[in-house]
């Protein structure tokens, strides 16, 4: 696999629709769900650059989830169109930081907001430093 210089791509959108099983009784979405969204947005983020974890993984290098922060403002609920916001915050030889929104778009209401820092691992789990083609490019797409 040839991997692209750097990242040109720095934010990407993804629709999420919350299904029945992500949710309590009351229809509310769960406190637990909003990380495996935030992976969504991370996965798709990397593919609007040309890239997949599968890839990297092939090549030895792995990214772990060092931190996670989740900020809920409003509730989500069951069946409700949301829009999930992911960009490429500051990415250093150590760590590679993502920054989360999500949206009710009909309103533009913000129900929650966070950010991850990811660490480069090998096979063996011990830190590597971050691949040059994660860096954000000079000719970035938003």
Not at 40 to 47: D, H, I, K, N, Q
Not at 58 to 84: C, I, N, Q, S, T
Not at 109 to 117: F, I, V
């Amino acid at each position: 696999m040839k991997f692209p210089d750097c990242s040109n791509i720095v934010c990407c959108e993804i629709e999420i629709i919350p299904r029945y099983c992500e949710t309590d009784q009351a229809g509310v979405v769960h406190h637990s769900v909003y990380p495996v969204w935030f992976e969504m947005g991370r996965t798709e983020l990397l593919r609007a650059n040309g890239l997949a974890y599968r890839d990297m993984e092939k090549a030895g290098e792995f990214m772990v989830v060092a931190e996670l922060h989740v900020r809920y403002r409003r509730p989500a609920f069951y069946d409700e169109k949301l829009k999930l916001i992911t960009k490429l915050g500051k990415v250093s030889a150590s760590k590679v930081e993502h920054i989360y929104e999500l949206y009710r778009p009909e309103t533009g209401l913000l129900l929650a907001e966070g950010y991850t820092y990811l660490a480069c691992v090998d096979s063996q789990g011990k830190i590597r430093r971050v691949p040059e083609y994660l860096y954000p490019g000079s000719d970035q797409k938003v």
